[in-house]
């Protein structure tokens, strides 16, 4: 199993801002799960402590193998999600491992 874990900076500043990017990645990423084969779950989560060094909200994936993952990057509906999330993010950092 690998576990897919993104972490964005977001272009918003203000709480109210943040709270409406963080659901708007939320509802283009985790329906995903439902929708291409491979993963075993998705969750997206706003950070909620040490906000002046902490990164704004992540995505973490479970997927049944790099396979698996790498259909999740390229499947159509995932580059679809994604480009909401650039909508919103000013930064990104990524680390993919093997659970």
Known sequence: ??????????????????????????????PLVDVIPG??????????????????????GDY???DALETYMTHPDHVTAAAVVREHASDRAAIDFEL
């Open 39 to 60: 993963i075993q779950s998705l969750v997206v989560r706003p950070n909620v402590a040490y906000f002046g060094s902490n990164w704004d909200v992540l995505v973490m």
């Open 1 to 30: 199993m690998i576990r897919h874990i993104v972490t964005w900076k977001l272009k918003a500043q203000d709480d109210a801002g943040k709270a409406d990017a963080v659901a708007a990645i939320a509802g283009a990423l985790e």
């Open 64 to 66: 049944d193998s790099l």
